[in-house]
């Protein structure tokens, strides 16, 4: 295959490549090659079956498909059907169990108070009035002036420390409005967003279906330099880090990772829900995963058999999934961004190319306008 000849070479096959390997195929008839280090299609949202107890599960993670993006909602249907599966989250404190985000019940059982809304609502307020006016602007301080000290350390501090392996003073504050406080019993871990699911079929069924096209070949476990064998007739697009392409020469870029630890249990259900989370330290995982949960509509879902999986959170490992968005990192990804754009020939972008902390459905828009631009240069 190496004088094969394509005209579009993809680097990766997470939701970012595969998106535009099918524009790029389906709607202006390209011939694409995506070259994957992995040994299996779909980055980090990839899903396979647990022979022993013929549960699906995510094998990077629990990935809730979830966006209020018309666009990327009906382009993405083309490709799956999904389930009515609504994402909740609890949490475990010292083996109590409590509703996150932090809402009316977690308020209420946390403080043992029966406040309706508008009391808790004037409760927690009473509580970080003397916050409001912080000056540092990091994830703390920020957590702190919206919900309080105590709800912060019992359901906040000890997570993101573990999660993130950073004092949470160290971290920006954009990461804590990812889960905002609520003053109702409203318990949709995804409130604002208009569709929400798991696809039928799984992850996978997805990425297989976005590369059908005949002109699109895929090879596993090929690594890319920039000397990469393949040359295309037009252009390369990468989604992989920036700062392995060119050869750590800013520094590497920091990323979190997962780690997870399997169980089998002989039980119907371990945990009655797909996520808990595990904020303290002592834990030294930071959630468990029940993945049949996810799956309700299925038969295996009454099966007297579970698997459960215990997430640990460390720092750059070989798989990035987080990137730590601090300063330095910013500073130096920058760096690498404007050392890319140089290159001939050559495109980037995604969760790891753009060192974002970006959902499914970011990625699949970016991926959208991207064959925008594209289109207009190569047609
Ligand atoms: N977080 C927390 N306690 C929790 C859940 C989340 O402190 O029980 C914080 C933590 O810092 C985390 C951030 O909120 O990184 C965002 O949470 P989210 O659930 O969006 O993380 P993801 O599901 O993307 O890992």
């Known amino acids: 295959m190496s004088n094969y000849k394509p005209d579009i070479l993809i680097v990766g096959s997470g939701f970012y490549g595969t998106v535009l390997a099918e524009r790029l195929a389906n709607v202006l008839n390209k011939k694409v090659l995506i070259i994957e280090r992995r ?4 980055g980090n949202c990839y899903s396979e079956t647990d022979k022993k107890t013929n549960i699906e599960y995510h094998k990077y993670g629990t990935h809730i498909f979830h966006t209020s993006n018309q666009k990327v909602w009906d382009y993405i249907n083309r490709f799956t059907e999904f389930n009515n599966y609504r994402h909740q989250v609890l949490s475990n404190i010292k083996n109590k169990v409590y509703q996150m985000p932090i809402n009316l019940e977690t308020i209420n059982t946390f403080f043992n108070k029966n ?29 702190i002036s919206q919900i309080g000290k105590e709800l912060y350390n019992a359901f906040i501090k000890g ?12 971290l920006p504050e954009s990461i804590f409005n990812r889960l905002p406080i609520r003053f109702s019993y409203n318990e949709d871990y995804y409130q604002q967003t208009q569709y929400q699911g798991i696809p039928k079929n799984g992850y996978t069924s997805i990425f297989k279906n976005l590369i059908k096209n005949k002109n699109i070949k895929i090879k596993f476990n090929q690594s890319y330099k920039l000397n990469y064998k393949i040359k ?16 750590y020469k800013f520094g590497k870029l920091e990323w979190r990772s997962l780690k997870f630890k399997y169980e089998k249990k002989k039980l119907k259900d371990f945990q009655g829900t797909a996520v808990m989370n595990y904020p303290e330290l002592k834990k030294k995982y930071t959630r468990i995963h029940e993945p049949k949960h996810l799956h309700p509509e299925r038969e295996v879902f009454k099966s007297n058999a579970s698997l459960i999986i215990k997430e640990f959170s460390v720092l750059n490992d070989k798989e990035p999934y987080y990137p730590i968005n601090d300063e330095n990192n910013r500073i130096k990804h920058r760096k690498y961004k404007l050392e890319a754009n ?14 974002a902390y970006y959902d499914m459905d970011m990625t699949i828009s970016a991926a959208l306008k991207k064959f925008e631009t594209i289109r207009k240069k190569i047609k």
């Open 159 to 170: 997570y993101t420390q573990k999660q993130w392996g950073k004092k949470p003073k160290k």
């Open 115 to 143: 406040f309706s809304p508008v009391e808790a609502e004037k409760f927690i307020n009473n509580k970080t009035k003397k916050f409001k006016n912080y000056k540092f602007k990091n994830f703390e301080d920020k957590a």
């Open 342 to 355: 140089k290159i001939k020939n050559f495109d980037f972008g995604g969760r790891l190319a753009d060192y």
């Open 39 to 42: 040994k299996h299609i779909g």
């Open 232 to 247: 295309p007739k037009f252009l390369t697009i990468y989604t992989g880090p920036l700062d392995s392409l060119l050869n």
